[in-house]
């Protein structure tokens, strides 16, 4: 290698370090840089971050100054208030203390004239002090009976005008969301035959046939002169109707001898029972009601074939309990309560004759035996006035049992039975003193009682109104209620010639 080599190499050599150094000091020169761009980056970001909390700190003290001046104004009124409410005391109590001393000086002055009175009257007539007291109390009564009569007679007025008004509306709104059903015939209990034949066969040799089919069902058979029928007789009309749907099946078989007989009889049996169950939970479903024990819900299907003056006894107690419920709705009484009460209330007509005593403290008995609301029980044995009512509920059922009954074409009765119902109202009104006449009208719903004016009075034609009343109520059996009106007038005529 000769010296110019070498000294290219060196001079390379030199000239590389040159190179490297001055990269390496750019390098450096833009870390530099890069380092203090992001600290002052991160300055700015402290800086920012310090100016939001100090922003935010500012904001939450602004908002502490603001709750604490609204408190403070607020205590300030509240201050304000309370002044001015000790200042309403402090006038009240100068006001009760003025009429106090009023009160007393009255009172002394009212002391002052009694002395002076009982002095005067000792000195006049000799009187002793319990005499005067008499004579006073006597004066009194007479100058103030007219005043408290007049506001006796305008308060009672105003009470019962009030009273009937709203009765009479809470009724019609009840009576109008119903939709009665027409009332069921009387369970048919003759049975059509398909020639007259037939009667000797379910008489049957020596009468074993129908010897069979009464101790079976319970029921009297009664075969007469009337052609191609037989009647079935019995009081119950529960195994009337058993009777009949077994008979019935008995003559479209044709074969009729005792076994056959307790066959169809037993069969008739359960048909009877499966429709009595069905009836009883249709009521329910009708009316939307649960947990009713199953033994109820039989004696409710039974209901279906009792009558009560040509009233199904069913369909009036499923009628009562929609009243029951939209009268207790309009009077803020529970609806389901009033339902439950409307619908047993005559539960106890399905009982037989095991059970002694009236239908409504049966039925009230056995809807206690199987947990029912002690309401809805008291409803049921109340209902007739039997026992007390412990609750609005008996009054309830008395008013819609009532409602029910006076529909027109619910119940049917016989004209003789009207005639002496109608008479009898009239006799009562007519052996009351000062009574000219009386007259029975609506069928009865009505009795119209004309006075003597010169004998009675306003207040006395008043009194008897309700003395009538009482003694229909507890004289007679009738449905649904009567009213009584008395009719005082005096009339004064001259004639100018």
């Not at 309560?337 to 002694?356: C, N, P, Q, T, W």
Request: glycine share 4%; hydrophobic share 40%; charged share 30%.
């Amino acid at each position: 290698m000769n010296s110019d080599q070498i000294v290219g190499l060196v001079v390379g050599a030199v000239v590389g370090i040159a190179l490297v150094f001055v990269f390496m000091k750019r390098r450096l020169k833009q870390t530099q840089e890069s380092v203090r761009a992001q600290l002052d980056v991160e300055a700015r970001e402290a800086r920012l971050a310090l100016r939001e909390e100090q922003a935010e700190q500012e904001l939450e003290l602004k908002r502490r100054e603001s709750e604490l001046e609204t408190t403070q104004r607020e205590q300030e009124r509240s201050a304000e208030q309370l002044s001015h409410r000790e200042l309403d005391l402090d006038e009240k109590s100068e006001d009760i203390q003025k009429q106090r001393r009023a009160l007393e000086d009255a009172e002394h002055e009212a002391a002052k004239v009694r002395r002076l009175y009982r002095m005067k009257i000792h000195q006049i007539s000799q009187m002793d002090q319990d005499a005067a007291r008499q004579l006073l109390l006597k004066d009194t009564e007479k100058e103030c009976a007219q005043e408290i009569h007049d506001m006796r007679r305008t308060i009672i007025r105003r009470s019962e005008s009030e009273v009937n008004d709203e009765a009479k509306r809470i009724l019609l709104a009840a009576m109008q969301r119903i939709t009665s059903q027409p009332m069921n015939d009387a369970t048919a209990t003759v049975v059509k035959l398909p020639s007259e034949e037939m009667k000797g066969r379910i008489i049957g040799r020596e009468g074993r046939n129908i010897r069979t089919f009464e101790h079976a069902t319970g029921t009297t058979l009664m075969i007469d002169e009337t052609p191609d029928s037989v009647l079935i007789s019995c009081f119950d009309p529960v195994r009337r109707e058993i009777a009949r749907i077994a008979l019935n099946a008995l003559l479209r078989d044709g074969r009729i001898h005792p076994s056959s007989i307790e066959e169809e009889v037993i069969k008739a049996e359960e048909e009877m029972h499966a429709n009595v169950v069905e009836l009883g939970e249709n009521a329910l479903r009708k009316l939307r009601l649960n947990s009713v024990h199953p033994e109820v819900v039989v004696l409710l299907g039974k209901l279906h074939y009792r009558l009560s003056n040509n009233q199904n006894t069913l369909a009036h107690s499923v009628e009562v309990a929609n009243l029951c419920a939209l009268i207790a709705s309009e009077i803020g009484l529970d609806p389901v309560i009033a339902k439950r009460a409307g619908l047993f209330h005559d539960i106890g007509k399905a009982v037989d004759e095991e059970y002694s005593g009236s239908h409504a403290i049966v039925g009230a008995d056995i809807i206690k035996q199987h947990g029912e609301d002690p309401r809805v029980v008291n409803a049921a044995a109340a209902h007739h006035k039997e026992v007390d009512a412990e609750s609005a509920y008996a009054g309830l059922v008395m008013v819609a049992d009532a409602l029910s009954a006076v529909r027109p074409g619910a119940r049917a009765s016989s004209i003789d039975g009207f005639i002496s119902r109608v008479r009898s109202i009239e006799a009562i009104a007519q052996a009351e003193t000062g009574v000219v006449d009386a007259y029975a009208i609506q069928a009865g719903r009505e009795v119209r009682v004309i006075v003597e004016p010169s004998a009675i009075d306003d207040d006395q034609a008043r009194q008897l109104a309700r003395k009538i009343r009482s003694r229909i109520e507890e004289e007679l059996n009738y449905p649904g209620s009567i009213e009584i009106t008395v009719i005082r007038e005096q009339r004064f005529s001259e004639t100018a010639v």
